[in-house]
């Protein structure tokens, strides 16, 4: 099989920073295959991309190299990263958006040199692509930099239990349909209270009429709210942080 290095950025493909990442990461790996996730991650939105990168990392094969770009500290003293993590390697800032692979039992981290000729406004061209190509070429990862003990890892914020027995959370992300992501979790039949409106939990988007709400459990396992052929977060002029309440039955 050949390696294979994963590309997630805020970087948009209209002004060629992405082209650039991928010729350093050919001309130093020339016989890698180079999968583009996504681009269109909102600028410096770290939040929103460790909520992605917790989706995919482990859904692509052992010694995938995945490497994940959303900066906004690019130039600064935030160190650079490379993480090892159940067979798999990420490479990125450590300002928390690798925090689903540091969170692993065997995850080990290492702070990557700033070479001298680096651009201090493009890390992703200069430094993190050149660790990834050397890690898809089988380079151990301790001799790309120093053991690194204190990453910074972000975690989903927990629900809270009221006296009354039910719980308190609230929304984490709102994706590119308009859905409204929260960190509630349940398996079993309960009301979502949001914005004034009780919505019972539905299996899918087709168990209610078009244009109607429903809440459901969406396939990260998290309890969300959506609008039937429309956009959630628009009706309900819905942000992130908002509180929602889970009530059994």
Do not use: C
Request: glycine fraction near 8%; charged fraction near 20%; charge should be negative.
């Amino acid at each position: 099989m050949r390696p294979l290095i994963t590309l997630f950025t805020d970087f948009g493909t209209a002004d060629g920073y992405v082209a650039e990442m991928k010729g350093v990461l050919y001309e130093l790996a020339p016989n890698v295959d180079v999968v583009d996730l996504s681009h269109d991650v909102p600028p410096q939105s770290v939040e929103r991309a460790r909520l992605a990168v917790a989706r995919y990392w482990r859904r692509f094969p052992v010694h995938t190299v995945h490497l994940v770009i959303v900066d906004p500290g690019v130039g600064s003293e935030r160190a650079a990263l490379a993480v090892a993590s159940e067979g798999r390697f990420l490479v990125g800032p450590d300002n928390g958006v690798l925090s689903p692979a540091l969170l692993t039992s065997d995850a080990h981290a290492v702070k990557l040199a700033i070479p001298a000729h680096a651009a201090p406004t493009f890390h992703g061209r200069d430094v993190f692509a050149p660790a990834a190509a050397a890690l898809a070429r089988g380079v151990e990862i301790d001799s790309l930099g120093v053991h690194f003990s204190t990453p910074i890892i972000r975690r989903t914020p927990n629900a809270v239990r009221s006296p009354d027995g039910a719980l308190m959370g609230e929304i984490i992300a709102i994706d590119r349909f308009g859905n409204l992501v929260t960190n509630l979790v349940t398996t079993g039949d309960h009301i979502v209270e949001f914005a004034r409106r009780r919505l019972p939990l539905r299996v899918t988007y087709g168990d209610v009429a078009p244009g109607t709400l429903v809440a459901m459990v969406g396939s990260s396992g998290l309890v969300e709210i959506a609008l039937r052929d429309g956009d959630a977060a628009h009706t309900l002029g819905a942000q992130v942080g908002a509180p929602v309440t889970l009530r059994p039955l």
